[in-house]
């Protein structure tokens, strides 16, 4: 695997009111292979959405830098696409005009039936050919976020960053999007970097699981692996001996641990590489630090 993404020592302060500065989080490390689906899980307010804005190119870090195929990142790029919660469309434009209006933003010298080819293709990717003509009010929820990412997929971002994607959308759509989005990452190796509050969520979509303590000073506490074959069917995944281990790990950490790791990591605890959880067999869900083994 070839490494993507490292974010290298990265922090975030802020004028604090009374003076002085607030630190959101600091000496952050994280690695992300090339076709990794990673998810990051973390209390609202530890500065996920901050993160994934610097990965963006649409903040700056306060410390330490992000290197995207050994680059150091300066700003947006069309080499990193964002799907946001909310989907952003342009109104007046058709399905079709919001997907090629990105497609010819990326590839300017491409002829309109090129770009309108490329549009069409990623429409039908997500599941939505035949409404290409149609304008974003005569959309559900769930067609909206697909335009979303299909605008994204598009533009063949070498990294897609997502920001609670389908958090706002009923189960039913929720979950056949999650299983679209997992679908097509799958088939075109793509990167992923994704924040949810959902840990089923979590558990279907994502290699690896980050776990971010609460803030201020918040730390990367775990990344977790996930134990599921690759294969896994998103009705099925709660049959798998390792899902409520997983499961339960995970919400331990967000109920208890999110706190009490910050204000006193564990001995040996190294910002710069996280320990990494494997959950095999059950064990974890019984004795989460026995499971926790050096990367
Ligand atoms: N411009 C700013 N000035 C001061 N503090 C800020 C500013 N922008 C963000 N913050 C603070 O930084 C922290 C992290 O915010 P961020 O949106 O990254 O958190 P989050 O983990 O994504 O939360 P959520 O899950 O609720 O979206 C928050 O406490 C927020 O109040």
Redesign the pocket.
């Known amino acids: 695997m070839t490494r993507q993404i490292s974010i290298e020592g990265i922090a975030?302060r802020?004028p604090a009111p009374g003076g002085g500065e607030?630190t959101?989080f600091e000496n952050l490390w994280l690695r992300v292979d090339r076709g990794e689906f990673v998810c990051v899980i973390?209390h609202?307010?530890?500065?996920?959405?901050?993160v994934l804005n610097i990965l963006a190119g649409l903040d700056q870090p306060s410390e330490g830098c992000v290197i995207v195929d050994e680059k150091e990142i300066a700003g947006p790029s069309l080499d990193r696409a964002v799907i946001f919660q909310g989907h952003a469309l342009l109104p007046w434009k058709t399905v079709l005009g919001n997907v090629a209006y990105a497609v010819s933003s990326r590839w300017r010298r491409a002829s309109r039936a090129e770009v309108e080819e490329r549009a069409r293709r990623a429409i039908a990717t997500v599941g939505l050919a035949g409404s290409e003509d149609k304008k974003p009010s005569e959309l559900s929820g769930g067609m909206k976020q697909r335009v979303g990412i299909a605008r994204a997929l598009a533009i063949e971002p070498k990294i897609l960053l997502m920001d609670e994607p389908f958090s706002a959308l009923d189960a039913l759509t929720r979950g056949t999007l999650q299983e679209e989005a997992r679908r097509i990452c799958r088939e075109t190796g793509q990167t992923v970097y994704m924040?949810t509050?959902d840990v089923d969520e979590a558990i279907y979509l994502a290699d690896r699981i980050v776990l971010m303590t609460n803030?201020p000073m918040a730390k990367i506490a775990e990344i977790v692996v996930n134990p599921l074959p690759a294969d896994r069917r998103q009705g099925e995944i709660h049959h798998d001996p390792n899902y409520y281990a997983l499961r339960n790990h995970l919400l331990d950490f967000l109920v208890s641990r999110s706190v009490s790791f910050r204000d006193d990591p564990p001995a040996g605890y190294d910002p710069r590489n996280p320990p990494i959880v494997r959950l095999d067999g059950g064990e974890a869900s019984r004795s989460p630090a026995a499971a926790i083994r050096a990367a």
């Open positions: 975030k802020y607030t959101i973390g609202s307010g530890c500065g996920k959405t901050t924040i509050h803030g």
